[in-house]
């Protein structure tokens, strides 16, 4: 059964760390070594209309901060992760999370939260597994785009 906000209780709620996100935004980690990964920042970024979401790359040490803050660590996560209102969700859950706060028709994809998390995250993992393969991975340090580059932590 679903819990009121779409889970199934297999994320983990923050510890009271003074370094969870705020609830006035949702903040977005994501591997900054990875091309797709970075691209899906710019997309959420564009369709974000509210400027709701935060963005970090997994890899800096505020990201290991919030990671703490739930017992977690890069290594543990290995996904994209969403906090939002003092709990983490990674993999499908964080991704249609994320896309229920876009713009539409984005915000549709929130339906898909009925699904089984067993079957979401069994193709979040199909699409982990070849991301290095459609996009190719980033060891530049590209300038984001100003509406980015203020939303980072």
């Known amino acids: 059964m679903l819990d009121p906000d779409g889970t199934r209780g297999r994320e983990r709620a923050s510890y009271g760390s003074a370094m969870t996100a705020p609830s006035t935004h949702g903040v977005v980690l994501f591997d900054g070594t990875c091309a797709f990964c970075e691209r899906s920042v710019r997309f959420i970024a564009t369709r974000d209309p509210r ?78 597994a070849v991301r290095h393969r459609i996009a190719g991975t980033s060891n530049a340090c590209e300038i984001p785009p100003p509406e980015i580059r203020e939303r980072l932590i």
């Open 51 to 128: 400027g709701y979401f935060r963005f970090g790359a997994s890899q800096t040490p505020a990201a290991h901060a919030l990671l703490a803050g739930f017992g977690e660590t890069r290594a543990s996560t290995k996904s994209i992760v969403l906090i939002e209102n003092g709990r983490l969700y990674r993999k499908s859950t964080a991704v249609l999370r994320i896309a229920r706060r876009l713009s539409p028709p984005w915000s549709s994809a929130a339906i898909f939260l009925a699904v089984p998390q067993v079957l979401r995250d069994a193709a979040y993992d199909v699409v982990a």
